[in-house]
């Protein structure tokens, strides 16, 4: 069977790429693989690790003949990557990216492209709180979801070619356009990351609870706030940066809900906060039904494979 | 080998009874099982299931030749189950509770416990987001942390005695007074909790997305919240109204620390966000070392044991 590309070039060596590398050669979805970072020390990893088939200085140098070129660098640094890109790209490839955020990575990439490349932003909703070349791993996309936001006049055959790809490598392709993609993440993934690193902020600043009671102590609730504020600093630093709008919007409806229940504690409206905390099980039940999570209870553990 | 006591009274028979019951007979660390529930459902689930050796109809009833008494009933009600029980407890039993809560429920408790019994409170940093009778399993205490609460004057054999219990069912005890504890587990629970309930809540409310979007693109953060949000109300309905005072001063200072994070995105000062993140991360590494999670990474899916 012949591959889906011929040469595929990551543009960054982190969780994103370094999964796609091992779903790609995993299912022999691609002939070649080429990857840069900016590190020096990346680099050097990637290539000790054989993350692809060849790790190259620059990214002008790894887009060299590729018909595939994946973004997968923080958001913030996307449109210097386009830019750098863009005189050296193959006519007829496509450049996707893997972006929390879509309208300002667009914004951002799009301008630096010539007319004869397919640009098609992409989302896996996808991750761990781990970073770097090792963190990878080709299961991470598997019943996953992916959202492709496609621009007017896209190639119906090249948009084609990458969902197939996505769904190779395990994921649910979907289509969505890219200011709903922003909302819909700065409720389902934006604000929640913002309030865990608030949550952990405050604990660690508070003088009468010592860092190591609360480490101690760290009963469910807390670790699983932990988990999610160990994500990579400037992966998230970009995404609030560039999903700004969206991100603040969730966070005033939020801090709005959350000073009624201050204020129904504060009462003892009981009957408020039971009602409330009722309706919020229901949600977590069609999470489960959307086979998005299992109901196993979490041990707190940590024991996920 | 003398079982660790004759006969354990359970009042309530949720998550933590559950699991108790069936760690205490795994290792034979009492000769006699009762408990009772205020549903007659939850009673009849539980003498289905063989939670204990008898299920009988009231406090009264149960409490009756126990050695120890266990009061595992939301905090809110604990007060009310101790004045139940306190005409018909065993001279020199041992009463503990589970509760999340310390300060309320000792003085709920205390006022109606004769003279000649021990009350030891407890809490065991210990739990998932299901409850019922059926929800108990007898590794849940194994390497958390298991907090006892003496009271001034306390039998050192009888707290010798019961600390011993809880270390043979795996959990690692340690003692703290009541203010501390509803302080510590202001930041690590009971704030976490309310914040992951208003989060939910929020995107439950939002019209521009929908609840199936929400559900289906529940990516990590976001997911880890419904799954806190998911726990039982009228327990956290009791927690809340119960350690008022240490959780608004922790949702106090969260708002504050959210509003300057909030500020930082709204004027683009991406260095304050970088440091902010960058410090949350040192806190989750802190708590794997403790042991009190593993660094394995979550893909998401709920694959834990």
Same mark, same amino acid.
């Given at each position: 069977?012949? @591959?889906?590309?011929?040469?595929?070039?990551?543009?960054?060596?982190?969780? *994103?790429?370094?999964?796609?590398?091992?779903?790609?050669?995993?299912?022999?979805?691609? /002939?070649?693989? &080429?990857?840069t970072?900016r590190?020096?020390?990346?680099?050097?990893?990637?290539?000790?690790?054989?993350?692809?088939?060849?790790?190259?200085?620059?990214?002008?140098? @790894? #887009?060299?003949?590729?018909?595939? #070129?994946?973004?997968?660098?923080?958001v913030? @640094?996307?449109?210097?990557?386009?830019?750098?890109? @863009?005189?050296?790209?193959?006519?007829?490839?496509?450049?996707?990216? &893997?972006?929390? #955020?879509?309208?300002?990575?667009?914004?951002? =990439?799009? !301008?630096?492209? !010539?007319?004869?490349?397919?640009?098609?932003?992409?989302?896996?909703?996808?991750?761990?709180?781990?970073?770097? !070349?090792?963190?990878?791993?080709?299961?991470?996309? $598997?019943?996953?979801?992916?959202?492709?936001?496609?621009? !007017?006049?896209?190639?119906?055959?090249?948009?084609?070619?990458?969902k197939?790809? %996505?769904?190779? +490598?395990?994921?649910?392709? $979907?289509? +969505?356009?890219?200011?709903?993609? /922003?909302?819909?993440?700065?409720?389902?993934?934006?604000?929640?990351?913002?309030?865990?690193y608030? +949550? &952990?902020?405050?604990?660690?600043?508070?003088?009468? =609870?010592?860092?190591?009671? =609360?480490?101690?102590?760290?009963?469910?609730?807390?670790?699983?706030?932990?988990? *999610?504020a160990?994500?990579?600093?400037?992966? %998230?630093?970009?995404?609030? +940066?560039?999903?700004?709008?969206?991100?603040?919007?969730?966070?005033?409806?939020?801090? $709005? $809900?959350?000073?009624?229940?201050?204020?129904?504690?504060?009462t003892?409206?009981? /009957?408020?906060?039971?009602?409330?905390?009722?309706?919020?099980?229901? *949600?977590?039940?069609?999470?489960?039904?959307?086979g998005?999570?299992?109901d196993?209870?979490?041990?707190?553990?940590?024991?996920?494979?």
């Open positions: 069977m012949t @591959a889906l590309y011929k040469k595929v070039a990551f543009i960054g060596l982190g969780l *994103i790429a370094g999964s796609m590398a091992r779903a790609i050669r995993r299912d022999h979805l691609a /002939d070649q693989l &080429v990857g970072a590190s020096a020390s990346t680099r050097e990893t990637a290539r000790d690790i054989g993350f692809c088939d060849e790790i190259v200085e620059t990214p002008a140098q @790894a #887009v060299k003949d590729a018909d595939l #070129v994946v973004l997968a660098v923080p913030g @640094a996307m449109g210097d990557v386009a830019r750098e890109i @863009a005189p050296h790209l193959e006519p007829g490839a496509v450049v996707t990216d &893997v972006g929390s #955020v879509k309208r300002a990575v667009i914004d951002a =990439v799009a !301008p630096h492209l !010539p007319a004869n490349v397919h640009f098609i932003p992409g989302h896996p909703l996808a991750g761990t709180e781990h970073t770097g !070349p090792n963190a990878g791993f080709a299961e991470l996309f $598997e019943n996953r979801f992916l959202l492709l936001v496609p621009l !007017p006049g896209t190639d119906e055959h090249e948009l084609a070619r990458l197939l790809l %996505w769904e190779k +490598m395990g994921s649910q392709v $979907e289509f +969505m356009d890219a200011d709903h993609h /922003d909302l819909v993440l700065a409720v389902t993934s934006h604000a929640p990351h913002l309030i865990a608030t +949550m &952990v902020g405050v604990a660690d600043d508070l003088r009468r =609870v010592t860092d190591s009671e =609360v480490i101690k102590y760290s009963a469910a609730g807390f670790r699983d706030f932990t988990r *999610i160990a994500s990579d600093p400037t992966m %998230w630093r970009d995404v609030f +940066m560039n999903n700004k709008d969206a991100t603040l919007e969730i966070l005033g409806r939020f801090t $709005e $809900e959350l000073f009624a229940l201050q204020r129904a504690i504060r003892g409206d009981g /009957d408020l906060l039971h009602d409330y905390f009722t309706r919020t099980r229901a *949600i977590r039940r069609g999470i489960i039904e959307a998005q999570d299992t196993a209870p979490d041990f707190g553990r940590g024991l996920k494979r």
